[in-house]
Every structure is written in structure tokens, then in C-alpha cells.
């Protein structure tokens, strides 16, 4: 059989394999592509945000059983985590608190609110930032 024969005995079926054969390379190689894309993803780009309403705790001396009143007694907290991180976080377990171990001589004080994030979120906001302190 010479080599011209061998190109153009059933030549429509091998230029239809061809066209399937490239086909399947071209889809193949795009799949890869797009899975080292989203290996390479910064992680910033997979992390989400959640709002919680926690209730603020006061921090005070030990020698002080006095209470202390908070206005506001709830501060909105934005966290920022990646999706399990953030599953496993609920407003009960957050820590929120204001450090009212000031001088036992200030009736009242505008202090800073701390939020103590569980492992692998952020804190990204604080509403208010400030809460008013009054010992009772």
C-alpha cells in the first residue's frame, strides 16, 4: 500500500477521529488550567465575612464586687475568616469585654471594646468602638 493510499483510504473517519482527538485535548487541558488557577487563589479571595450582636462584658478590679452598668450593653462585631473557621464561631463564644480595672476614684468611663478572635478570624469591625463604663 504506498503512502498516499494510507492518507486517503478512509479518509473522512480520520479526519473525524482528528477533530474528536483534539476535542478532548483542548477540554482536558482547560480543566487543568482551571484547577491551578484555584490552587494559586490568594487565600483572601476564599475568606468571607460575618456579623454577630455579642453583649459586652466588663473586666473589673477583684476588690470591687460592685456591678457596672454598659451603655451600649451590645456591640456589633464583624469577623473575618475563612468559611469552617467562621462555621464554628457563635456569638456565645466570642469574647467581648472592656477593661474597667480603672482607679476605683472614676465613677464612669468611656472605654475601648476588645474582641478576642477564635483561631484563623480576624476582626475587621467594631460597632461601637467605644462603650460607656458606670460603677454601680
Known amino acids: 500500500m504506498t503512502l498516499r493510499d494510507l492518507i486517503l483510504n478512509n479518509f473522512v473517519w480520520k ?59 451590645e456591640v456589633t462585631v464583624t469577623l473575618r475568616g475563612k468559611r469552617d473557621a467562621l462555621g464554628r464561631v457563635s456569638a456565645p463564644n466570642l469574647v467581648v469585654y472592656v477593661d474597667a480595672s480603672f482607679a476605683l476614684s472614676a465613677k464612669s468611663a468611656k472605654l475601648t471594646v476588645v474582641v478576642r478572635p477564635p483561631a484563623g478570624v480576624s476582626v475587621q469591625e467594631i460597632k461601637p468602638p467605644e462603650v460607656y463604663v458606670e460603677r454601680m
Open 15 to 73: 479526519l473525524i477521529s482528528l477533530i474528536l482527538a483534539m476535542l478532548v485535548w483542548w477540554r482536558v487541558n482547560n480543566l487543568v488550567k482551571t484547577e491551578e488557577e484555584l490552587a494559586l487563589t490568594p487565600a483572601a479571595n476564599l475568606e468571607e465575612t460575618e456579623t454577630f450582636s455579642v453583649p459586652v462584658r466588663v473586666l473589673g478590679p477583684a476588690r470591687n464586687p460592685g456591678g457596672f452598668a454598659v451603655a451600649p450593653s
